[in-house]
């Protein structure tokens, strides 16, 4: 293998997760250290800091600052939602990515993403292919839906994993406080897969969670979940029910979004959302106490709650990144597969090709949803747990977070 | 002072804090170690409990369960909300009170509230003068609302501030994420005093919180609130807000129940509250992209984000109140009292008249808020610092939460 010596840009794309920045100092640390990469570029705002030639000198940057993005949450480098099109289509951008990778010469290209990202990683490193522009490309995975195919799990899945389960363990405590009951209706990502609302029976296995979860893998029954909510209620004297924010109704139709439902009446979804939505529907059918609790975008940035196990894991993915690439390795995605060692779980890298990863999307199995619909099974917590393990030390100064402060020089 | 031998009751009430039960840890720790205390019974649903003679003989539980106290969220032994009628208008309850005390030979009465639970405790309090039986009756403060009348804060608000502290500065990296800009707005509790908005003032002390807060102290203007929001999204291109929601219009309306406001014209506030609201009236006329999060109950029972400054307060609450009542102290709340040690914060605890605390509010001082009233001047950063330092190494069982698991045994 021929050594390929250049620079290297990392970008960011797509929503952020709690550890995703662990995953770019992965790249920046390890690409910093490497003798075949001759400089270290931060995209701002993933492709769409190349187009604009926004580029800053990762080698410019304080060491301990870069290493405090293991514990800073959210994109650092900013991120973006850039749908490039078929190059066959409009090779505008690809001509312009080319003519910015030759000025900074640029041999080596990391994308931090989900889906949408692996896409636009994928097209950039065909076209380069095409145009025999020698530029390896790797893709760093990263998304809360863990719903990336082929990789066992995601980066940044089981931190928001872990908040949710936390968070729903604590609200638990706090909703059945008075001898009147309540009905607790709590809101977790998750458009179209439900890892992240499935994990909120974390806090059920461990005895004290959701009596009853909803997964966009099934379809849902506004009169069914009703009956459910009523029948735990009269049992219990208080329900708490977790929903995806991606259920929907047999025709397709999201639940957030179907305004003119006959149990309902309200039409004003886009008011405070699902679970406020879901929380009006239960107090009209049962009168009892009702709140509704949206996790919005604490889930994803709640860094303090981060999974020790997912921040290395995360740095893992970088460093592999770049280690590949240097080995001559291009146009793949990083992604993690399950093993054991003396019975204990393990993760080692693995590389899938981008092609086959680039808009994909792995769902919870049918089976590790309980025949109901309304709850997981075994299988989904024994997958879960091993990754929300282990507490990070947290920079902290006056007890409050110290997150990396960036300088952000822009390259020459 | 004679010594006065008898069992205690501790009952809990009203809304649940982070650390409302270090309190009554600290009650329940130190009177089973009291000579003079002969049992230690806790209230079920504080003086619903009492009533009902529902009560759990404490002795009984594990002391290791207990401990976990320190660290478990919300009112182990259960919460209400009811409010007593004055014995010279309705005797009924005092009589059945009375009744239960005997019954046990209940001479010390520790009740665990904020401002209408004081207000129960004095009435409780002056009745047993009046009828001539003897028993102290000692108040031991909780609210994250922070507005006791009388003492220097209140526990239980420092761990609900350092939540939303710390929550905000993971919020503020991920609402600036995309180059697009966005507006976010966040809804903290304290339907009448800030202290809670304000302290959303730290997390900007600190590099990364709003750009404006609005607490319940001054009047809200919707116009002006959307100049405000408009100059800084457009200075910055992005703008982060805290509400407290609590905020009212000068005529005193809340701004979450003006469901005929000629800016909005919506009129559900009821479905998904303030945050919802304004992110629709501010959408509406900026045109932005705006989100509206509202913290809701997990900005109360987070103790995984605890102070550990709060939970020794508590403790110590709950400590000083059975010490100070077996010492022959009655018909008092016990209070702290600020003071520095080497120029080191230190928090002794005082006694206050129960008559005196009850139902009175301490507010934000208004030199606290700045004069355009959309944000917190320095002294108000410099009261809540020394308050939420410190971290609590917390029980976990697989890196989730180990609550207490009271066994609940009722007393013969």
Redesign the interface.
């Given at each position: 293998m021929k050594e390929l010596k250049g620079a290297c840009i990392v970008g960011q794309s797509g929503g952020?997760t709690s550890v995703i920045n662990a995953s770019v100092y992965g790249v920046v640390d390890t690409a910093l250290k490497s003798p075949a990469i001759t400089q270290v570029l931060g995209a701002?705002?993933g492709i769409?800091g190349v187009l604009a030639d926004c580029l800053y000198d990762m080698g410019k940057e304080d060491p301990q600052e870069l290493a405090l993005l293991k514990n800073?949450?959210?994109?650092?480098l900013?991120?973006?939602?850039y749908k490039m099109k078929d190059s066959e289509e409009d090779d505008t951008d690809y001509k312009r990515i080319l003519e910015v990778f030759r000025k900074h010469n640029v041999r080596y290209f990391f994308y931090n993403g989900g889906n949408d990202s692996m896409d636009t990683c994928n097209k950039i490193s065909k076209y380069m292919q095409k145009v025999g522009y020698e530029c390896r490309v790797m893709g760093v995975p990263k998304t809360i839906d863990n719903d990336l195919y082929g990789t066992d799990h995601c980066p940044g899945f089981a931190s928001a994993a872990?908040y949710i389960?936390?968070?729903c363990?604590?609200?638990y405590?706090?909703?059945r406080?008075?001898?009147t009951g309540m009905i607790?209706i709590i809101e977790i990502m998750g458009r179209h897969a439900g890892w992240l609302a499935g994990s909120a029976a974390?806090?059920t296995a461990?005895?004290?969670g959701p009596d009853l979860i909803y997964l966009p893998e099934t379809d849902f029954d506004m009169d069914k979940f009703l009956a459910d909510v009523e029948r735990i209620y009269k049992e219990k004297g208080n329900c708490m029910v977790a929903v995806s924010e991606g259920i929907h109704y047999a025709d397709g139709t999201f639940v957030s979004e179907a305004k003119t439902s006959a149990t309902d009446g309200?039409g004003?979804a886009?008011?405070?959302?699902l679970a406020?939505?879901l929380a009006?529907v239960v107090k009209e059918k049962t009168g009892a106490k009702v709140?509704?609790?949206?996790?919005?975008?604490?889930q994803?940035?709640?860094?303090?709650?981060a999974?020790e196990t997912d921040i290395e894991e995360s740095f893992m993915a970088g460093k592999a990144a770049v280690e590949n690439a240097v080995n001559g390795i291009t146009d793949k995605m990083v992604g993690f597969e399950r093993g054991t060692m003396d019975g204990r779980y393990l993760c080692k890298t693995k590389l899938l090709p981008l092609t086959e990863v680039a808009n994909t999307e792995k769902k919870v199995p049918r089976e590790w949803i309980n025949a109901e619909g309304n709850g997981v099974e075994q299988p989904f917590i024994d997958y879960v747990?091993p990754l929300?393990?282990?507490?990070p030390k947290l920079p902290?100064?006056?007890?409050?977070?110290r997150?990396a402060?960036l300088k952000k020089i822009q390259a020459e």
């Open positions: 952020p701002a705002h769409k800073t949450p959210s994109s650092a900013g991120s973006c939602r872990k389960a936390t968070s363990m604590e609200v405590q706090d909703a406080v008075y001898d607790c974390l806090a461990y005895g004290a309200f004003h886009q008011l405070g959302g406020a939505h009006a709140r509704g609790i949206e996790l919005s975008l604490l994803r940035c709640g860094a303090h709650l999974s747990l929300i393990q282990g507490e902290k100064i006056d007890s409050l977070p997150f402060k």
